[in-house]
């Protein structure tokens, strides 16, 4: 089994940094047809073959997530977009 792991620093207020996390959730909903919900502040997102949270902390957000055998195979470009919408957002 695959992993992501990125923290990622910002400085926005809470709730800048959890509008901003929405619409990264947005872009992983659209372009990998991923579900997403927050709890408290953890935004859990997960669809076939993938699991995982979005941390919101004071400072930083921290990323994970379990990518079943065939997900895997896209490990690249699915990290690559979390980190280009993370630098875009934060």
Request: with cysteine; glycine share 6%.
């Amino acid at each position: 089994m695959s992993r992501i792991d990125i923290r990622h620093p910002h400085a926005l207020p809470k709730a800048k940094a959890k509008k901003a996390i929405d619409e990264v959730a947005k872009k992983l909903a659209e372009r990998f047809q991923m579900e997403c919900a927050w709890d408290g502040d953890i935004l859990n997102f997960t669809r076939s073959g993938v699991d995982g949270q979005i941390e919101l902390g004071k400072d930083d957000l921290h990323v994970h997530a379990k990518l079943g055998f065939l997900t895997a195979m896209f490990k690249d470009p699915i990290e690559n977009e979390i980190r280009r919408v993370l630098k875009e957002r934060f």
